[in-house]
């Protein structure tokens, strides 16, 4: 067969393959964005925990950022798929900035709201076959979405908070200074250098369309402080329940506090 007949019998193929063909090539960018992320990030992880425990990070970080995507989408925003960066988590693009501090907080409390759920799976898992891997999952996935609810910068608590006062945002920046000046970190040095700016955007002097964002209804304030300081006393006790020493993977048994 020649090239030019190759060629001929080829374009004919795709042309009757075209609707099989053609959604693959349109997710194949989301496909290869968060799946080659994620892969990669369970490579890192895997290098200082094992397989089982990188895979089982790597899919409760997605599973955090799914809430972050579904609650977005659920208040009409257009969102990009989770990206993944090892070591620092991963996150969604919103491809529209939120229309008021109400819908910002619904995004930011989507995703520990249902990284939750996820790592409440772990611990269910660890009860069926009393692997300690799994508890060990449960309390990494509890310990992470409490990091993500303090109240500042773009962790998910700063963006909750903006629903609620701007004070909480102090509030944060103290627990992160502290959080530093003990325990010196590059990740907490970054929140705190990308908090910068907000934080003064937040306390200054704002015209009446900036202002605007920041209206709140009684109701919603109240439904979504109840949600917020409910799921972090939630999750204190949910560490505190699935607390692992750490000889205790090897040796097979668990320990609670």
């Given at each position: 067969m020649?090239i030019?007949?190759?060629?001929?019998?080829?374009?004919k193929?795709?042309g009757?393959?075209?609707?099989?063909?053609?959604?693959?090539?349109?997710?194949?960018?989301?496909?290869?964005?968060?799946?080659?992320?994620?892969?990669?990030?369970?490579?890192?992880?895997?290098?200082?925990?094992?397989?089982?425990?990188?895979?089982?990070?790597?899919?409760?970080?997605?599973?955090h950022?799914?809430?972050?995507?579904?609650?977005?989408?659920?208040?009409?925003?257009?969102?990009?798929?989770?990206?993944?960066?090892?070591?620092?988590?991963?996150?969604?693009?919103?491809?529209?900035?939120?229309?008021?501090?109400?819908?910002?907080a619904?995004?930011?409390i989507?995703?520990?709201?249902?990284?939750?759920?996820g790592?409440?799976?772990?611990?269910?898992?660890f009860?069926?076959?009393?692997?300690?891997?799994f508890?060990?999952?449960a309390?990494?996935?509890f310990?992470?979405?409490?990091?993500?609810?303090?109240?500042i910068?773009?962790?998910?608590g700063?963006?909750?908070?903006?629903?609620l006062?701007?004070?909480?945002?102090?509030?944060?920046?103290v627990?992160m200074?502290?959080s530093?000046?003990?325990?010196?970190n590059?990740?907490?040095?970054?929140?705190?250098?990308?908090?910068?700016?907000?934080?003064?955007?937040?306390?200054?002097?704002?015209t009446?369309?900036?202002?605007?964002?920041f209206?709140?209804?009684?109701?919603?304030?109240?439904?979504?402080?109840?949600?917020?300081?409910?799921?972090?006393?939630?999750?204190?006790?949910?560490?505190?329940?699935?607390?692992?020493?750490?000889?205790?993977?090897?040796?097979?048994?668990?320990?609670?506090?």
């Open positions: 020649g030019g007949a190759f060629l001929l019998l080829f374009g193929l795709l009757k393959l075209k609707f099989v063909v053609l959604p693959i090539l349109k997710f194949f960018p989301v496909l290869l964005k968060t799946g080659g992320t994620m892969l990669l990030s369970i490579w890192f992880y895997a290098k200082s925990g094992g397989w089982m425990y990188a895979v089982g990070l790597v899919l409760l970080i997605f599973i950022e799914c809430g972050h995507l579904v609650a977005a989408r659920r208040v009409g925003l257009k969102v990009g798929a989770p990206v993944f960066i090892p070591f620092l988590g991963a996150f969604i693009a919103l491809k529209e900035a939120p229309r008021n501090a109400w819908i910002e619904q995004v930011g989507g995703g520990p709201l249902l990284g939750t759920v790592a409440a799976l772990c611990g269910a898992l009860f069926v076959t009393g692997d300690p891997r508890l060990q999952l309390y990494t996935g310990s992470l979405n409490l990091f993500n609810l303090a109240p910068g773009f962790l998910d700063g963006r909750i908070v903006t629903a006062s701007p004070w909480l945002w102090l509030l944060g920046l627990l200074g502290a530093m000046a003990i325990h010196p590059f990740i907490v040095f970054l929140i705190l250098l990308m908090s910068a700016p907000r934080l003064f955007f937040l306390f200054r002097k704002k009446a369309e900036e202002a605007r964002y209206e709140v209804t009684p109701g919603q304030r109240w439904l979504m402080a109840l949600l917020y300081f409910g799921l972090i006393a939630f999750l204190v006790l949910a560490m505190r329940r699935t607390y692992i020493a750490p000889n205790a993977i090897s040796g097979g048994s668990s320990t609670f506090s």
